[in-house]
């Protein structure tokens, strides 16, 4: 049979293939469902259940989503999950089956969360996405992907719902954790990176997983920083910013997207053809499969209300260019129905089964469904992949602040006080989207900052001080007389995206763990959970406060999924580390950088407020946007692009050559970069362009390019970038790219309000 044949083209045997097919078989290709609900573990083997076994002989089942993904939601537990090799074993029981005992023999598309490493028990947790973006170094992050696609792939995995190249617009947002930042030109180059980091070599490569870009499109928009709610931007903003990123990686050859939940304009994203076919497929040319986000079907009938009932929304939705549902619920349902009764036609159908098979060939599953147990138990959390972890968490850690107060020497610090809920708490530092963790898995910072300086030394001390979201203050004595008996005072406070994970609290009195009956949730940040503000949660600014009045340096650590408004602390701390979730290796890489073994180089990528009445405070403002408030100007407390480090940086000599190009030609702009300080350290060197006068309305200034240069004290390096067509246009009045003539101004520096500049003429 063809369609068997690896000698014949994916075109070839896709199309045999679907000729053969029943309409219940090509509609079972589209479901997907809970991959975990498709077995039990006993004893450590994957018994397949009933209800699985008979939709696989009846070809009711196309994919299988988060198999292995252990978390609250699914109830996956450390006592209850699958070891690293009894889950590949697991999902080459299930493809086994579903090969073997379906009329086609079609093996299952399995899907898998992978943000920041595969959500399953025992996969390498690297630092969330916001981490990342702040490293501002993509061949480190496509190393990373690299990594996380083998740990994937060796397990069974096929697909990752990952890279998140959503544009954070509101902060308050839960989800901005998962996000790169607030440019989209910075997306656009991290998603370039994740397209090349997850699928390698070739999608059917042991090594790679297919990408999945979401959430398309303007999903990090929502009126107020509220998940999944409206949308209100114009076609001129979506199509230059919001589907900037998402371009950049279908260029880069990304195999899957994810529809997203909000509509924009009143036309939801599951429904919208004029994104889906229109742009992603007409214009972009792009020929992989879309799915939706789980659940969003349902709400074109109860929530966008666009639809009537659940045939509806699975019509409007396939008719609009989407391909599979995550969840399966409503395609299992009513999409047999809605080909029957005329609301599609199968050959609309045919093109969506087709799109998948397609997929399912490239990926090669046809002819390597199976894994190697061995082969998983090796690489999947390797101490390899748990340095890397290391390595990028350090990267990506900003330094706010620093009155002389860093690096700590390990001699002159003297006794250090490590106080605050985050100084110890495990699951706080690994964000949302994580699995359950052996604690000794997971680096703390009390863990860090021990490994350091001698955990029988009696130079570490240590006190919680209070939690993340409570108000009791019942360890601030503890604390405080911690701090009294220290010469050094490192207080680590921020957020938490941690699930309950059943590892009931702290003790305040004590410090110790405590186990009790349902676990007390810190949890104030992660999806689904968005804020009014951007202070800190509880009193932990009080407990701040109150710690300061002994007189002793004070450093503060943010272990945190968004952005820090507190104005008191930026005034007081004698420095302050910005380290977001940094993964299991966390507690390792803030110490790295506390005590100067890693020279701080990671800059932000989203605007800090002085205060959340400042919102929206991101960058990329038009210079008609206003200038100040009453109470205070609108300028952010830590600019985008920001970041100190232990020495410093001097640019001089900038370039422009020529200085005046025609609309389609290219400029070579070089600037001097100087170490000007004692230190070994790597300097982000930002361009930025500015368009003097335009026919629309633009934004002050916009990156457009970025490197990140390692400088030994003393040297000086030229760094060059080229400006061209890419950099220069923008969406003109017929929603056509264009570059107009005129007066630029390039802009090379350290920050986005920290640069030398130059000036450009453009000629048309």
Known sequence: MSYKDPTKSVHERTEHLLGLMTLDEKVGQL???????????????????????????????????????????????????????????????????????????????????????????????????????????????????????????????????????????????????????????????????????????????????????????????????????????GWRELLEVDLYPFRKAVEAGAASIMTAYNEIDGVPCTSNRELLEDILRGKWGFNGMVITDCGAIDILAMGHDTAVDGEEAVAQALAAGVDMEMSGVMFGKHLVNAVRSGRLS???????????????????????????????????????????????????????????????????????????????????????????????????????????????????????????????????????????????????????????????????????????????????????????????????????????????????VYINGRPVAEPWIDENADALLEAWYPGQEGGHAIVDVLFGDVNPSGKLTVSVPKTVGQLPVHYLGKRSRGKRYLEADSKPQYPFGYGLSYTTFAYSNLKVEPTTIWVDGQATVTVDVKNTGATEGAEVVQ???????SSVTRPERQLKGFCKVKLEPGEMRTVTFTVGTEHLQFIGHNYVSVVEPGDFVIRVGSSSTSTVDAPLTVLG
């Open 31 to 233: 479901v997907q469902l809970f991959g975990w609900q498709s077995y039990e573990n006993k004893d450590g083997k994957a018994d397949l259940t009933e209800s699985f076994k008979e939709q696989i002989r009846r070809g009711g089942i196309g994919s299988l989503y988060g198999t292995l993904r252990a978390d609250p939601w699914t109830g996956v537990t450390l006592d209850t999950g699958l070891s690293s090799r009894e889950g590949a074993e697991a999902v080459n029981e299930i493809q086994r089956y579903a090969i073997e005992e379906s009329r086609l023999g079609i093996p299952l598309l399995i899907g898998e969360e992978c943000s920041h490493g595969h959500m399953a028990i025992g996969a390498t947790v690297f630092p969330v996405p916001l981490s990342l973006g702040s490293t501002w170094n993509t061949d480190l992050y496509s190393e990373m992907c690299r990594a996380v696609a083998l740990e994937t792939r060796a397990q069974g995995g096929a697909v990752t719902y990952s890279p998140v190249l959503d544009v954070v617009r509101d902060p308050r947002w839960g989800r901005t954790e998962e996000c790169f930042g607030e440019d989209p030109y910075l997306i656009g180059a991290f998603a370039e990176a994740s397209v090349r980091g997850l699928q390698g070599k070739g999608l059917d490569h042991p090594d790679s997983v297919a990408a999945t870009l979401k959430h398309f499109v303007a999903y990090g928009a929502s009126e107020g920083g509220r998940n999944a709610g409206p949308v209100h931007m």
């Open 346 to 556: 199968e050959a609309q159908l045919d093109q969506a089964v087709r799109r998948l098979l397609m997929l399912k060939f490239r990926l090669g599953l046809f002819e390597r469904p199976y894994v190697d147990p061995n082969r998983a138990e090796a690489v999947i959390g390797s101490e390899k992949h748990r340095e890397l972890a290391r390595r990028i968490a350090g990267e990506g850690i900003v330094l706010l602040k620093n009155d002389s107060a860093l690096p700590l020497n390990t001699e002159s610090c003297g006794t250090v006080a490590v106080i605050g809920p985050n100084a110890d708490a495990h699951y706080n530092q690994l964000g949302d989207y994580t699995s359950p963790q052996p604690r000794a898995n997971v680096v703390t910072v009390l863990d860090g900052v021990r490994a350091k300086l001698g955990a029988e030394s009696g130079r570490v001390l240590y006190a919680p001080g209070c939690r993340i979201k409570d108000d009791s203050r019942e360890g601030f004595p503890l604390a405080l007389e911690v701090a009294a008996k220290a010469d050094t005072v490192l207080l680590v406070l921020g957020g938490s995206s941690a699930r309950d994970f059943g590892e009931g609290s702290i003790d305040l009195k004590t410090g110790a763990s405590k186990v009790t009956d349902s676990s007390c949730s810190d949890m104030d940040c992660g999806e689904g959970i968005d804020r009014l503000s951007l202070s800190l949660s509880g009193v932990q600014l009080e407990l701040a406060q109150e710690l300061a009045k002994l007189g002793k340096p004070l450093i503060v």
């Open 687 to 693: 361009l930025y362009i500015t368009d003097v006068s």
